[in-house]
Structure formats: structure tokens, C-alpha cells
């Protein structure tokens, strides 16, 4: 449809990596592409105006919380979570299946959860209220939000989980996700508000090679506009993220754009992923560790795979500390300010401190993803791997 479509325009010769332009309804993502995660329609401690000024393209927000707060009555009344957060890009939608599996399967309401064929009950963490979640009423919440981009509903296998209920959460994802693309395929992709949204299948299986290369089979043969990859692993280490995707990284077409749902491992991560022919990834830990004084820093400045491109600000050595969070970062933190200063602001609970180390981190990653582009493009991209992954 000509509100949605991907060209690659440049690629790796020795991986899958590749250089597209993800067109959407509402601007162009220039891939590979780190999406931040507007949980609630926030990105917490920047505003969206800052979130373009380092870099940002596209954010992801959680059908889950939006659900449940501010509710659809008022995002429909906003028009979407994108004018509802002033937001003027491109947005992606989860479908809720992760929260409702995992994040807030106990809590002080209890045993909030029970999951069926059906769809999942369970009761609001905001205020106790009962609630069904199935494939209709996901497709129905990421209508409503507007996201140019929205995911099937699942139900992802996890580490928590018997080896039983692992194959039922297996194939009841399937069982979803047909669900789920019969429903927007029923609308011609069409959400409330007129505009096309792009359904992707998620990809899961676990470390299982012979899962995930089976239900990836069964994603491509649905025709879904996009493949997404979930799970735990997914998100857990760059190793076992590398193992995941290179399994079936061969197995992708090349025509279809490739998110990482909740990608993991900062720049080692990051790599990996691309190399594999990921597209675009979401990380809510890069301004989380931001928050907890977790700042990244550059090859140049001593970044390199053992202490994980980054220094915990809050350690007491930097306490008279002048210079920059990264000296080679130009965001505006490390122009204005030094590391003794945030974090004096970070150890005082002072709102600007989290402000300040958020916007160097997703900076950070953005610059991270403008290089990878460019290098792509120049045929440089092992180089610039090696510079940074091989670096001590």
C-alpha cells in the first residue's frame, strides 16, 4: 500500500545488515533504527521535541499501559497516542501480550492473571478492574492509538515457563497471530482514523532453532506486512541474542522489514541484530540505565565490550569529575555539562539529572545507528564493527 513500503537502499557484503527507508503514514525511517520506549505516550525525562533534536526517528509504545491509562475514550478523543504525546513521526505499537504473560502476572491484586485459547483475564494494576485481552480487542487497542506500526497479539515463551507450558505458549502465539492478521486483514490494514498500519508477525521459538525457523516459516506464509522477533532472549544477553537471530537469519526475506521487540546488550547487542538483518529494535533499558546513572561512552573514550560501553556515574571517583559524560559525545549534555555535575544532580533526585544522562544515552545509541548507516552505505560496516566490538 503506498502509506506503507520498504526499499533497501543499501547492503552489507559479508552479513544480512542493510540500509532501508521504512515508509509509514506519517514520515520515513531511515534504517537500521533504534525506536525509544514511550511506555505510557513518554519517553521518560524528554520531552518530544528533544527526542528529534538527538536523533530520534520512530518511538514504541505499550497498548498495555495506554489501555488501562489514559484509556481509549481519551486517546481516541486525542486522536491517537501520536497527537496525544505531540509526537509528528512515525510510531509502533506492542500488542500487550508480553505485559499480560509476564510484567504483571502477580502483584497487589493478587494472581492478576490466567491465560486461555481464548485471550487473557486479568485485573488492572491501576485499579483492580477485570479485564479480557484477546486478538480482537489488541488489534481494536492499536487501532485506536494510531501506531504506523503494530504487532499481533502473542503469548511469548519465557524462562519462567515448564517445557509444557513453553509448546502451549508456542502454539497458542500461532493461534493469535492468525487470529490477529485475519482481523486486520478484514479492515484492509485501515485503522480508525483512516490511516494504514503495518501488522507484523512476531517471531518466537525461544533457542530453539527448529521453533523459530518454523514459525517464521508460518509468518511469511501468512503474508504479515512486517516479521518482528519476541521473547526473553531476545532481551537478555548480546551472546544469546546473536545465537537467537543468526539462527534463522538466512531464513528472512529480504523484501520485509525486521523489528527486535525489547532488543538487549547496548552497542554489542545492537551489532549483532544488525548483522542478522534486523531493522529497527526498541530497548526501554537505554534511558533506564540512564536514570540509574548507567551514561554510555564512545571506543575513543574508553568504551569496549568488558565494562559494556558505559560508567556508572554514581560511583564516588566522579564526583570531581569536570569533564564530559563521553568527551567524543556532542550531545547537549556533554557539551553543557560535566559527569561531577550530573551526578550531583542523579544522587540529589534532582529531575534535571534524569533528564540530562537520558538524553546523552539515547543520544548516544541514535549516533550509534547514524554511523551503522553510514557505514553500510560505504561498505565499511566490518570495519566500524571491529572498531567498536574488538576495541579494549
Not at 123 to 131: A, F, Q, T
Not at 168 to 192: D, H, L, T, V
Request: net charge positive.
Amino acid at each position: 500500500m503506498e502509506e506503507f513500503s520498504f526499499e533497501i537502499v543499501a547492503k552489507d557484503k559479508r552479513s544480512k545488515a542493510r540500509c532501508a527507508k521504512l515508509k509509514t503514514a506519517h514520515g520515513v525511517i531511515d534504517t537500521p533504527a533504534f525506536a525509544p520506549v514511550a511506555t505510557r505516550a513518554s519517553v521518560r525525562s524528554i520531552d518530544p521535541f528533544e527526542l528529534r533534536s538527538v536523533g530520534s526517528q520512530v518511538v514504541l509504545s505499550n497498548a498495555y499501559h495506554l489501555f488501562l491509562r489514559p484509556g481509549l475514550k481519551v486517546m481516541e478523543k486525542f486522536g491517537g497516542v501520536s497527537k496525544f504525546m505531540s509526537w509528528d513521526g512515525p510510531t509502533i505499537t506492542d500488542s500487550g501480550g508480553y505485559q499480560v504473560s509476564f510484567v504483571w502476572g502477580k502483584g497487589s491484586y493478587g494472581n492478576m492473571a490466567k491465560i486461555t485459547d481464548y485471550g487473557v483475564y486479568f485485573r488492572s494494576y491501576v485499579d483492580g478492574s477485570k479485564h479480557f485481552l484477546t486478538p480482537e480487542l489488541s488489534l481494536h487497542i492499536q487501532s485506536v492509538l494510531g501506531a504506523d506500526i503494530i504487532m499481533a497479539f502473542d503469548q511469548p515463551m519465557g524462562y519462567s515457563y515448564t517445557d509444557i507450558e513453553n509448546n502451549i505458549a508456542y502454539k497458542r502465539s500461532m493461534k493469535w497471530e492468525e487470529e490477529s492478521y485475519s482481523i486486520w486483514e478484514k479492515r484492509k490494514g485501515i485503522n480508525i482514523y483512516g490511516n494504514y498500519q503495518a501488522l507484523y508477525g512476531i517471531v518466537h521459538g525461544e533457542k530453539d532453532k527448529k521453533k523459530r525457523k518454523d514459525f517464521l516459516d508460518f509468518v511469511v506464509s501468512m503474508g504479515f506486512p512486517g516479521i518482528a522477533f519476541g521473547g526473553e532472549t531476545i532481551g537478555s544477553d548480546p551472546k544469546v541474542t546473536a545465537f537467537v537471530l543468526d539462527a534463522i537469519s538466512e531464513y528472512l526475506p529480504e523484501g520485509k522489514p525486521v523489528h527486535a521487540l525489547g532488543l538487549g546488550g547496548g552497542p554489542e547487542g545492537i551489532f549483532a541484530a544488525v548483522e542478522a538483518g534486523v531493522d529497527t529494535f526498541d530497548n526501554s533499558s537505554i534511558t533506564r540505565m540512564a536514570r540509574t546513572g548507567y551514561l554510555f561512552i564512545y571506543p575513543q573514550d574508553g568504551g569496549n565490550r568488558q565494562n559494556k560501553f558505559r560508567i556508572n556515574v554514581l560511583r564516588s571517583v566522579y564526583a570531581e569529575d569536570k569533564g564530559a559524560i563521553s568527551e567524543s559525545c556532542t550531545c547537549p549534555a556533554c557539551l553543557n555539562f560535566s559527569r561531577g555535575y550530573i551526578r550531583h544532580l542523579l544522587v540529589s533526585n534532582e529531575m534535571l539529572g534524569s533528564r540530562l544522562a537520558s538524553i546523552h544515552n539515547v543520544y548516544f545509541i541514535n549516533d550509534l545507528m547514524k554511523k551503522i548507516r553510514s557505514s553500510i552505505v560505504s561498505g565499511s560496516f566490518e570495519a566500524l564493527k571491529k572498531e567498536w566490538i574488538e576495541s579494549r
